[in-house]
């Protein structure tokens, strides 16, 4: 068993910052905790900012130079620095981790940025 836990949500205005964490915990041997993506209310869920299996790094148009992925000391963490936030930020955000073929996500966790 696999556990990905999203933490670091909230509300904030517009220009502020939050940090998201992704701690994986279970059976993690193998696991590779990816990243982030989020869904916005009535639409798809989206990539925000990944690690690629080269080890660099993979970020949406919309979040470049605001955003930055970052791992912990322990690679079962994965962070997600925020800034200049805006509206369009506003979404459930998920952390995604992968192990032998299989998918693993955690429940996410609430930003939501005020005008």
């Known amino acids: 068993q696999v556990q990905l836990v999203e933490s670091g949500g909230g509300l904030v205005q517009a220009g502020g910052s939050l940090r998201l964490s992704c701690t994986a915990s279970?059976?993690?041997?193998?696991?590779?905790?990816m990243g982030w993506y989020r869904q916005a209310p009535g639409k798809q869920r989206d990539l925000v900012a990944v690690f690629t299996s080269g080890g660099s790094t993979n970020y949406a148009d919309s979040v470049k130079g605001r955003f930055t992925i970052s791992r912990g000391n322990a690679k079962n963490t994965v962070y997600l620095q925020m800034n200049s936030l805006k509206p369009e930020d506003t979404a459930v955000y998920y952390c995604k981790g992968l192990k032998f073929g299989r998918e693993y996500w955690g429940k996410g966790t609430l930003v939501t940025v005020s005008s």
């Open positions: 279970g059976s993690i041997f193998g696991l590779n905790v």
